[in-house]
């Protein structure tokens, strides 16, 4: 329990919930992106530049990194448009790299050496707004769009045959996905007030995707899956060095027996079964054919 | 100078080949990339430095390297490749990336992060034509990289395990009904693309006299931009991009500001995917995604 109450781990936590949901939406809808340290050292240089430089409060910067996470997706979208699949993921990579690179040589958020001097942000917002994003992507889920992403991400083909907008899809998915890496990003900013980036590597990809893995692709799947493993190591002290093998061999034996993860279904759906009323009866097909997009939330 | 560069790139040029080739072999074969490639690369120098520590003799705490590479390339397509289904999404992408992060979260702790001095004493003479001055290790390992890339074009042409992994890599349904013995040869090319990747690691290792857990990452990346860059599972492509990106990385950092020699490898990546997917020769397998 004192684990739990200590804030380095409260903000650990909340951070890499915050940053796997971030991976789920575009995963579901099928677009394997990569890119997230990079929508992240967006995020958190956009908001760290602003609280330290130009003055804004925290709430603000905020938005604004999530913005920021949000607006960098749109070139990956772009690539998205062409390739999928695993040549999208190198594409991301790559792309991510490109980001970073950017950061290591741009002198006003201070290079290769770093930003420092953000304000400090308590973790009990951080952790509130991970709570926040976790119960929106649970809806979101629910929700016509949610399942509209979800049967894009299955068969993009059938999806579109069924009047779905896969691109539009997809496109909105990875910019859902920058939004909340980018939150991530600046709460990472002004929690430790120090940001370089080496913060940003391929490695914090590799652990959340492997979280996601493990938890299963859904919004409670994501969430189980990244607060038990980021707390296994912070309760059992002697596991910290060996976390990430740890995390690596858990995710073989899943994807050998258990591949769909620990919670491969939507368990909101019940709860918003039950607490929506009846749909109407449709109209004739007629009326359904030529509607575009189908993503009417 | 500038042929000095030239060499110079040639030499980082064939490292790159040499993993790329590794990376696109696996590629082509099952159509999954395996991740874990880049920690095979690290853990055959820490395998040939524990057996010299041991007392073995240099040449053959090497080829245990090698060797050590090879074997654990067949655990990881049993580990990793085997047991899952072909349905998976993510499929061997995670499962050999867990693979190599494993591996590596092992040499960390055994080994610490910080470089390890790999020297094995091999003395060779230098060698000097014109103006370009070669180490002997850097001319042994050109000569070895060369002979290598030859041979394979030779084994995946005119061998019949060739023409058996390059119909594995067109359709593997039709080569298994056609009587080749696919889970044989996909298992051997795996001991073949880690074997590469051993041989890479123990050349960069020699060359540079240290080595440390996370030598593989830069390398890595870099290929796989060559892989793309050459055409997924073109073992000819591979080559040349990676041939091709070591003199340009080389060029660039000698005569280019800092920072743009990476930034090219990227954008020129992002740029054939963009207008060339099938790489810059046109001649990757092509194989409709069901």
Redesign the interface.
Known sequence: METLMSEPVQAIVAINVLLCLSLLFP?VTGV?SLGLPGFMAVGAYAGGWLTQSAGWPVWAALIASAAGGALSTLPFGL?AL??????L???T???A??IL?FF??FKPTGAVMGLTGMPFLDPRWIVAMAAAAFAFSGWLYCTRLGKAMQAAGSDPVVAACHGLNVPVLQLSALALGGAFAGLAGGCFAHYYSFIAPNNFG?HRT?DI??FL?IGGFTPVGAALGSVMLTLVPQFVSELE??A??L???I??AM??FM?AGLVPKNRFAPIFRRLRPPPPPRPAIAGQAGRPGGADA | MIAQQLVNGLMLGSVYALIGIGYTLVFGVLR??NLAHAYLFMAAPFVALSLGAAGVHPAFALAGGLGAAALLGMVLYY??FR???S?????G???S??????L???V??RFGTLAKPFSFGLALPDIEIGPVLLSGLQAASLVVSAALMVGLLLLLKRTRFGRNVRAIAENDTAALLLGVPVPRNILAVFALSSGLAGLAGLMVALRFEQIGAYMG?HYA?KA??VI?IGG?GDVRGAMAAGLLLGVFEVLFQAYAP??WS??FV??L??GV??LK?EGIFGTGVQRR?V
């Open positions: 995963f394997w690539l062409r390739i999928r699949g695993i040549y993921a190198i594409a990579l790559a792309a790299e490109l690179l290591s040589h391929f590799v995707l492997m893995v060095k060996w990430p093998a995390y690596g061999a995710a073989l994807a050998a591949p | 999954m990339l580990m990793a047991p899952i289904s349905q998976h999404a993510l499929g992408f995670v499962t990336l867990s693979f190599g992060i494993v590596q979260v092992i960390v702790n990452d990346t796989l931009a793309v997924l800092t920072g990476e930034a990227w954008l990546l992002i995917f963009l997917p995604e």
